[in-house]
């Protein structure tokens, strides 16, 4: 009897070991696919592309061992850094951007309003559109030819713009497209802060006889923080990333003044085939947005007060 009762105790004690193990193993599980697609086509291709970045290698022949000259030339070529500075003028005026639009929209739709759902619909709608898409849509609205909008123009009698010809115009179309197309995605973060700000901070500012400014600027602005950094650094890293809207909305044009730094890269890489140049300024890159990430991390404290 004793040794039925000792089976049972010991039968049971492994079964129970067995379900901690499943359960302690499950959310690893959930994960794993995430993983996988992140180990596969991130963090490897950044490993082989940091390897190349040390060679000469066209994709074709067998690489050759050049240590540090590719950097060199990185460093030394003009058009890499005039690139990189369209970039940058390009980033100082959509990221201040995006986050005024959403941020000023979050705040009119976060209050009951009528048919607010169709609303933030509609303005968040665009950001699941493809950069191409997006960027072909454009263009049939800025075409200098054929775009709607110089129709319009023209039949009111203000004359065409060249807004895909004139350098001006064309970032200026490129800067409002990136924005029509982004400020969806961010408005719902600032939506998600603002809905975690206590009521009953701005319940008590409304007692004190606060302004509307006073309220925003007290109290909304510094419970944003970390939301804000989020937004400031994720708007930041697209704008470095931008290419494919750009590529179908103006091609880089004209001349060069929309070529950004992505698409000059993908420009050594594979229509010159020097891909260890174009992995040299890629880590390049990937340094330079670590570093402003690091640094607008530090200027706020990490989000925090």
Do not use: C
């Not at 460093?75 to 959509?94: I, K, M, P």
């Not at 007692?207 to 909304?220: M, Q």
């Amino acid at each position: 009897m004793s040794q039925v009762m000792t089976g049972s105790k010991s039968s049971s004690r492994t079964s129970w070991k067995k379900e901690k193990l499943k359960r302690s193993l499950a959310p690893y599980l959930f994960v794993l696919p995430n993983f996988v697609i992140f180990l596969t086509f991130i963090v490897i291709p950044a490993f082989v592309g940091f390897v190349y970045s040390f060679h000469e290698y066209d994709g074709l022949n067998e690489m050759e061992f050049l240590g540090l000259q590719n950097y060199a030339a990185v460093l030394a070529n003009g058009e890499f850094w005039a690139s990189l500075g369209r970039t940058g003028l390009y980033a100082a005026v959509v990221v201040p951007g995006i986050y005024a639009l959403s941020l000023g929209i979050a705040l009119l739709l976060i209050r009951e309003v009528r048919l607010k759902g169709l609303f933030r619909a509609s303005i968040y709608w665009p950001t699941m559109i493809s950069y191409i898409i997006v960027g072909l849509t454009w263009k049939w609205i800025f075409g200098d030819s054929f775009g709607i909008l110089n129709h319009i123009l023209n039949t009111l009698g203000f004359g065409s713009i060249g807004w895909l010809t004139d350098p001006f115009y064309a970032n200026l179309s490129v800067i409002i497209a990136t924005l029509w197309s982004r400020v969806g995605f961010f408005m719902v973060i600032f939506i998600a802060g603002l809905q975690s700000i206590p009521v009953d901070m701005y319940e008590a500012s409304s007692l004190d006889g606060a302004s509307r400014w006073r309220t925003f600027r007290d109290i909304t602005l510094p419970m944003l923080k970390p939301t804000s950094l989020l937004v400031f650094m994720v708007a930041l890293i697209d704008a470095f990333k931008a290419y494919p809207l750009m590529f179908a909305l103006t091609g880089g044009g004209p001349g060069k003044e929309t070529t950004f730094i992505v698409q000059y890269i993908y420009e050594i890489g594979f229509s010159k085939q020097e891909l260890g140049m174009a992995s040299a300024m890629s880590v390049i890159l990937f340094v330079i947005i670590g570093a402003f990430t690091a640094l607008q991390f530090r200027l706020s404290k990490g989000g925090a007060d």
